[in-house]
């Protein structure tokens, strides 16, 4: 009997999944839980695949445990919990080419690519979904440098290890995509609120009694505040540099044919 489990890496813990799956055969949950713990040790923090083949007569069990999905891999190595809601407008990290290689060395073997080349280019489609840019920029980007052979060198080499320099110059630029996308933000919120106060102003102005005036008066100085916090959140949007936008700068360390 087989069964199949997603767990914690090393942290798997009693519940009402696995208490369904495991209860009715029979077998000690406590040592299944003990034994996936083990095997998944290294997975700490992790969602991993798991299958269990058990013996119902006897009880005995295997664990078997399969690489975590892609995107797992790629989220621990960012320290996020969570991809971006919107991965073309918010992006949630930046990494380098070597840490794509280390994902796709984990996972080569679960893949339909035969090539590793493949299996790296597929993990920064991941990255796209995901909202992470790779050395500076958007993952479609990337794939088109690894087709030209840009990163042939790293891939062919299977580096994994990314400078403490690059990792700096990573920080840096996603940092100020952040600060970009934060002030794109205020812009948008305040470009609502102001035509939220244009429909008030109109709404007031439209009414014959003297509250409808004083309304109206009111509203139209809502206007003007919420116009002024546009105007101020588009300036502050445009104070980013030319170069600073997600998927413009030249990545660090970029080699080329």
């Known amino acids: 009997m087989i069964i199949k489990l997603l767990v914690d890496g090393g942290e798997m813990k009693p519940g009402p999944i696995v208490g369904q799956k495991l209860g009715p055969i029979g077998i000690n949950i406590g040592s299944v839980i003990s034994e996936v713990n083990k095997a998944t040790s290294e997975f700490k923090g992790t969602k991993v695949p798991v299958s269990l083949d058990i013996d119902p007569k006897t ?12 995107s797992e891999l790629l989220k621990k190595e960012l320290g996020i919990e969570s991809g ?38 597929s993990v920064v489609g991941s990255c796209v ?66 035509a939220e106060a244009e429909k008030l102003a109109a709404a007031a102005k439209a009414g014959p009694t003297a509250t409808s005036s004083a309304e109206a008066a009111k509203a139209g100085e809502a206007v003007k505040t919420a116009t002024g916090d546009a105007a101020k959140a588009g300036a502050e949007a445009a104070k980013v540099a030319p170069g600073k936008v997600a998927g413009k700068e030249a990545k660090p360390e970029a080699k080329k044919k």
Do not use: C, R, W
């Open 129 to 194: 979904s995901l909202g992470i840019l790779v050395e500076n920029k958007l993952g479609t980007e990337i794939e088109h440098d690894i087709v030209s052979g840009v990163f042939d060198k790293e891939i062919k080499a299977q580096k994994t290890d990314t400078s403490a320099e690059k990792k700096t110059k990573l920080k840096e630029h996603y940092e100020n995509v952040l600060k970009e996308q934060e002030n794109v933000k205020k812009a948008e919120e305040a470009a609502k609120a102001a």
């Open 59 to 70: 009880k005995k069990f295997k664990v078997e445990v399969s690489s975590p999905p892609t």
């Open 84 to 121: 971006s809601g919107d991965h073309k407008k918010n992006k949630v990290g930046n990494i380098s080419i070597e840490t794509v290689i280390k994902v796709a060395k984990v996972k080569f073997s679960n893949m339909l690519a035969k090539e590793f080349k493949s299996a790296v280019k």
